[in-house]
C-alpha cells in the first residue's frame, strides 16, 4: 500500500524563516511542503491545488511593505477567512512573533488549530508536533 502524500504550504513573508520551516516540514518523509512570501500567491495556488495544512505568518509584509505600495495586501486573519471559505476543515496554524496574549486569545477564536511562536528559541518541536496531531493523527 502506497502512503499518502501531504502538501502543506507555509505563507510567510520573510524568506529565511519560510525556509526553516519548509526544511523541518520536509523532514517528516511524507509531507512535501511549499512556501509563499504572500497571501495572495498562495490563494491563487490554492484554488488550483489544495493543501492538506496551512501554517499561516499572521503580520504579513510588515517588515518590507504592502506588495508594491498596494495597500490591499493580504493580512494573516484576512488569507484565514478566505482559506476557511474553501477549505472549511483545513488545519490552518498560526505562525506569530506578536506579545499581545489578548490579541493572540482572540486570533484563536477564529478557529486556528494551534499557535507557534516564531520568537522562541526552538520551533522544530512546536512545528513537528502541531503536524503530527492535525494532519498524521499522531499524539
Given amino acids: 500500500m502506497e502512503k499518502k502524500n501531504y502538501v502543506i504550504y507555509i505563507v510567510e513573508d520573510s524568506k529565511i524563516i519560510a525556509e526553516i520551516l519548509k526544511k523541518i516540514i520536509s523532514s517528516i518523509p511524507e509531507i512535501e511542503a511549499r512556501y509563499f512570501l504572500c497571501g495572495e500567491s498562495m490563494l491563487e495556488e490554492f484554488n488550483q491545488k489544495s493543501p492538506d495544512m496551512v501554517f499561516l505568518d499572521y503580520y504579513l509584509n510588515v517588515g518590507t511593505g504592502k506588495i508594491a505600495g498596494d495597500e490591499t495586501t493580504m493580512n494573516g486573519d484576512m488569507v484565514f ?41 526552538d520551533i522544530y518541536t512546536p512545528v513537528i508536533d502541531c503536524v503530527n496531531k492535525y494532519l498524521l493523527n499522531k499524539d
Avoid at 84 to 113: A, H, R, W
Fill in 81 to 121: 477567512k478566505e482559506i476557511k471559505k474553501i477549505k472549511p476543515n483545513i488545519p490552518v496554524v498560526l505562525l506569530t512573533g506578536m506579545s499581545d496574549k489578548q490579541k493572540i486569545e482572540e486570533l484563536k477564536t477564529l478557529g486556528f488549530c494551534c499557535v507557534i511562536h516564531k520568537n522562541e528559541d
